[in-house]
Nanobody, 122 residues
Framework: QVQLVESGGGLVQPGGSLRLSCAAS????????MGWYRQAPGKQRELVAT???????NYADSLKGRFTISRDNAKNTVYLQMNSLKPEDTAVYYC????????????????WGQGTQVTVSS
């Protein structure tokens, strides 16, 4: 079993910054892609950014330049640095790992974290 635990969300004023973290733990052999998605009230879940184990990144076009994704492969942890936050960034942010290769079986699974709330408001 694998768990993804997010942290770092909260309330921030417009223009402020937050850093989200997501640590994967459990029977992990490897994780190819880790990423962040978000879901605002009444909207569909959308891509924020992803990063591969080799460091290749992909961002939602609207977030390029404000958000930065990074990763520590040794710790199976992914980070999201969010700068110049806007009220429209308010959402629940979810961590994703796809695929996670299990250490014993080498089977592949997709996991999601439970989400962390980010609220941008004055």
């Amino acid at each position: 079993q694998v768990q993804l635990v997010e942290s770092g969300g909260g309330l921030v004023q417009p223009g402020g910054s937050l850093r989200l973290s997501c640590a994967a733990s459990g029977s992990i052999f490897s994780i190819y892609t880790m990423g962040w998605y978000r879901q605002a009230p009444g909207k569909q879940r959308e891509l924020v950014a992803t990063i591969t184990s080799g460091g290749s990144t992909n961002y939602a076009d609207s977030l390029k330049g404000r958000f930065t994704i990074s990763r520590d492969n040794a710790k199976n942890t992914v980070y999201l640095q969010m700068n110049s936050l806007k009220p429209e960034d308010t959402a629940v942010y979810y961590c994703n790992a796809d695929p996670v290769v299990a250490v014993h079986t080498k089977n592949e699974y997709v996991y999601w974290g439970q989400g962390t709330q980010v609220t941008v408001s004055s």
